[in-house]
């Protein structure tokens, strides 16, 4: 996704903390491939495996990471390779699954251990002061632990970007949405224009154009295309940002919407709604998106929580391409205002 149109966000560094998570399975029957990180080679962009015993490493690996991300403006991997050393409770034991592994594990000293040889030995610091800082460290988590019986979270909805706006009472059971009536005609109009240098598909004008201006003369017979034009125009209108995301949005599944259209000479498109009133300060967005719904929705939702402003909508065009995307759903766009006190607009 990160090179398609209306997903690509300038990169992002990708961080994967190797550490043989899933022990049970071996490496060769989890992947068919060397690295966890060779997924990413069809994007032809730069994978830095580290080893995570040596932070100093971990650090330069990173440094360049970001310098490459900020220069180029591309995604960048960096694959610290290390591993867990115990399981996953206190009952289990991944050495009866992988016995060599976990005997060369058991013999290596932990990271702290050898970046403080190391300090050590280059004469940074001494064993007393490590001895000192580890004491320091294991009172700070004696003492957050003491106190997590006291500790009571402190709920803190509608921050940053969303501060000014609040939920809304129990009391408030009927919500205003209406728009003047002459406003929506002007939106339904506009909706269906283009520039008189554009060659249309002739049945567009049969099926969509011409039909929409009856609409707008009668105010009779709105379908829901119509309908959803009026809508999401109005939000226009008012400055509002509308987003709308998912497979062949434009056209529209049945080739209903028809929120862009497309030159017939040029392929040229034109989204009729970015086009309502002069100096127009909300924008209607068109982002069609590849066959994966689970990565899709979870981009748009990042999108949704980041301003009140922005309206995402994201449309699966059928039951099971929204049962695709299902781990989205239940994860954090069900329940992100309760578990992570996150707004979603």
């Known amino acids: 996704m990160s090179q398609l149109p209306g997903y690509s966000i300038g990169g992002s560094l990708h961080i994967i903390v190797n550490n043989q998570l899933g022990f049970t399975t ?19 962009i730069p994978i830095f495996h580290v080893n995570g015993d040596f932070p100093e490493e971990v650090v330069r690996a990173c440094q360049l990471a970001v310098k490459y991300r900020t220069t180029f403006q ?9 591993y867990r050393r115990w399981g996953h409770n206190e009952l289990d034991d991944p050495s009866l699954t992988q016995p060599s592994m976990y005997k060369a594990i058991s013999s290596r000293k932990s990271v702290p251990d050898l970046y403080a040889e190391k300090l050590a030995n280059d004469e940074l610091t001494s064993e007393v002061e490590m001895k000192q800082k580890e004491q320091d460290y294991a009172d700070f988590l004696n003492k957050a632990l003491t106190s997590t019986d006291q500790f009571q979270p402190q709920e803190a909805p509608c921050r940053n970007n969303w501060s000014g706006t609040t939920w809304p009472g129990k009391d408030t059971t009927v919500w205003d949405t209406g728009y003047p ?13 283009h520039g008189e240098e554009m060659t249309l598909h002739p049945r567009l004008f049969r099926s969509h154009l011409e039909p929409r201006s009856k609409q707008m003369t009668t ?22 940002h509308v987003r709308l995301s998912g497979q062949d949005v434009g056209r529209g599944t049945f080739s209903h ?6 030159d017939s000479l040029t392929n040229e498109s034109y989204t009729p709604l970015d086009h309502l009133v002069p100096e127009q300060k909300g924008f209607l967005e ?48 069900s329940s992100g205002e309760v578990k992570w006190l996150l707004q979603s607009g």
């Open 219 to 240: 105010g009779e017979s709105i379908d829901w295309a119509t309908a959803e034009a009026l809508a999401i125009g109005s939000l226009l209108h008012q400055g509002f």
């Open 74 to 82: 591309r995604d960048v991997i960096i694959d610290m390779i290390c």
């Open 286 to 333: 068109v982002a069609s998106s590849p066959l994966s719904e689970e990565a899709v929705l979870g981009f748009e939702y990042g999108m949704s929580i980041e301003s009140p402003r922005r309206l995402i909508l994201w449309e699966a065009q059928f039951g099971d391409f929204f049962n695709g995307a299902q781990i989205i759903i239940d994860t954090f766009v």
């Open 181 to 193: 009536t002459d406003a929506l005609r002007l939106i339904g109009v506009k909706s269906v224009s």
């Open 26 to 44: 071996s490496p060769e029957y989890g992947r068919s491939s060397s690295y966890s990180s060779d997924v990413a080679k069809f994007l032809e």
């Open 257 to 262: 919407r028809h929120a862009t259209l497309i």
